[in-house]
C-alpha cells in the first residue's frame, strides 16, 4: 500500500475533481477525462464503485454526471484509499508466503504498523483541504466559469 497504484490515485484524482470544478453543477466524467488525463475505461468503473460505497452520487440525464455524496470536509482521503483497496485485494498476499522467522515476526508486523500509521494520516486529510491546497496554488476551477449569481 505504500506504492498507490494507478487506480487508486485516478480515484483520489476523479473525486478532487469533482470537488473542486463542480460549482453546483454534477460533472460529467468525459470532464474528468480531459482535465485529468484519465483514462476512460479506468475512470467510469472507479466511479461506479465510489458510487456505490458512498462517496459520490450519480446524476442521470443530459445535464448528468456526478457529485459528492456529503460535504468535501466530510470526505477524507482514506476513505477513497479504503474503497479502492477493497477492489485491488481481495486477500492478504503476504499471509500465504513463506517467511523466515525474522520476516514474519519483525519485518511483515513493521510493514504492517507503517500502513496503519498511513492510513491514520490519511484520515485527517480531507478532499477540503486538498481543494484549499488547489486554490492556494492557484490552480484554476472551473468553477468559477459555472457560477451564474443572476437574482
Given at each position: 500500500?505504500?506504492?498507490?497504484?494507478?487506480?487508486?490515485?485516478?480515484?483520489?484524482?476523479?473525486?478532487?475533481?469533482?470537488?473542486?470544478?463542480?460549482?453546483?453543477?454534477?460533472?460529467?466524467?468525459?470532464?474528468?477525462?480531459?482535465?485529468?488525463?484519465?483514462?476512460?475505461?479506468?475512470?467510469?468503473?472507479?466511479?461506479?464503485?465510489?458510487?456505490?460505497?458512498?462517496?459520490?452520487?450519480?446524476?442521470?440525464?443530459?445535464?448528468?454526471?456526478?457529485?459528492?455524496?456529503?460535504?468535501?470536509?466530510r470526505i477524507t482521503i482514506g476513505e477513497i484509499v479504503r474503497v479502492m483497496q477493497s477492489?485491488?485485494?481481495?486477500?492478504?498476499?503476504?499471509?500465504?508466503?513463506?517467511?523466515?522467522?525474522?520476516?514474519?515476526?519483525?519485518?511483515?508486523?513493521?510493514?504492517?504498523?507503517?500502513?496503519?500509521?498511513?492510513?491514520?494520516?490519511?484520515?485527517?486529510?480531507?478532499?477540503?483541504?486538498?481543494?484549499?491546497?488547489?486554490?492556494?496554488?492557484?490552480?484554476?476551477?472551473?468553477?468559477?466559469?459555472?457560477?451564474?449569481?443572476?437574482?
Open positions: 500500500m505504500l506504492r498507490p497504484s494507478k487506480k487508486m490515485l485516478f480515484a483520489i484524482e476523479a473525486v478532487l475533481d469533482i470537488a473542486y470544478h463542480a460549482g453546483g453543477e454534477p460533472v460529467q466524467s468525459r470532464e474528468i477525462t480531459r482535465r485529468q488525463e484519465i483514462p476512460r475505461r479506468y475512470l467510469e468503473q472507479t466511479l461506479q464503485h465510489l458510487v456505490r460505497s458512498g462517496i459520490l452520487v450519480g446524476v442521470r440525464g443530459p445535464k448528468g454526471g456526478y457529485r459528492l455524496a456529503r460535504e468535501r470536509r477492489l485491488e485485494e481481495s486477500e492478504d498476499i503476504y499471509q500465504d508466503l513463506p517467511g523466515s522467522p525474522l520476516g514474519l515476526g519483525v519485518v511483515r508486523p513493521m510493514w504492517q504498523d507503517l500502513q496503519e500509521d498511513l492510513m491514520q494520516r490519511l484520515d485527517t486529510i480531507s478532499i477540503d483541504d486538498l481543494c484549499m491546497k488547489a486554490w492556494r496554488d492557484g490552480v484554476g476551477s472551473e468553477a468559477e466559469e459555472k457560477m451564474d449569481f443572476t437574482i
